[in-house]
């Protein structure tokens, strides 16, 4: 079956510093992984993905991840946070026999302070 | 390109009526159309998943009776919620997907309360 954990509810960091969103995942066969960030009482935004190729992976905003098959996981990252960046963000992979279906992490609420 | 449009953004509803929620494909055809409700706080919890002309496949523990999902066309699906009930307030999104492994793309989402 697959899975999805983000171990924090909760990230807080300082602006200007890197940040790190975790993610770790159980899925069979090859993994598709996905971040997504969600706005106060708004849809998701892509924010990139996973499907093959290099480990680290450049999406938007200025985020990156990177794909760790021994550890099983796809933390996002950013070297420098802003205020702007506090959301709620989502970790997700897609599996099973549905093409599109997605099985998310609970998200972790990233608070950027000033 | 690959932009889904969910209507209506917000809805608030008496308690015992219905509401009907627009999942629409705007420049692609969707073969598969997914809906997600989500609780304050929570994950997005995958409800059913819908096909072109066929039945919606509905995840454990989620009333087909209550939650009727119709995807009469290729860029079309539709959520509605029957005789809703408070309880049944949540944030619904859809999102939509080609058939290639990653290619979906997500609505803007459903602010639904029922009073």
């Known amino acids: 079956a697959q899975s999805v954990a983000q171990p924090e509810d909760q990230v807080n960091v300082a602006e200007g510093n890197p940040l790190t969103v975790k993610c770790t995942y159980s899925?069979?066969?090859?993994?598709?992984l996905f971040w997504y960030v969600q706005y106060p009482n708004r849809g998701l935004q892509f924010l990139l993905k996973?499907?093959?190729?290099?480990?680290l992976v450049k999406g938007s905003y200025g985020f990156e991840a990177e794909f760790n098959k021994s550890q099983t996981s796809f933390h996002l990252k950013k070297p420098s946070a802003l205020v702007s960046d506090s959301a709620l963000y989502f970790c997700?992979?897609?599996?099973?026999?549905?093409?599109?279906?997605?099985?998310f992490g609970r998200g972790t609420q990233l608070t950027v302070w000033p | 390109g690959a932009v889904v449009s969910q209507h209506p953004s917000w809805v608030i509803c008496k308690s015992g009526t219905s509401v009907k929620i627009e999942c629409r494909s705007l420049?692609?055809?969707?073969?598969?159309m997914f809906w997600y409700r989500q609780f304050p706080k929570q994950s997005l919890m995958l409800m059913a998943t819908?096909?072109?002309?066929?039945?919606?496949?509905?995840e454990q523990g989620v009333e087909k009776d209550k939650f009727l999902i119709n995807h009469a066309s290729l860029t079309l699906s539709t959520l509605t919620v029957t005789s809703a009930h408070p309880e049944d307030s949540s944030f619904y999104i859809c999102?939509?997907?080609?058939?290639?492994?990653?290619?979906?793309?997500f609505g803007s989402g459903t602010r639904l309360t029922v009073v």
């Open positions: 999102s939509a997907s080609w058939g290639a492994a990653d290619g979906y793309t």
């Open positions: 899925v069979s066969g090859n993994p598709y």
């Open positions: 996973y499907i093959t190729g290099d480990n």
């Open positions: 997700a992979v897609m599996g099973g026999s549905t093409l599109g279906r997605l099985y």
């Open positions: 420049d692609f055809q969707a073969t598969t």
């Open positions: 819908s096909n072109e002309g066929s039945k919606a496949t509905y």
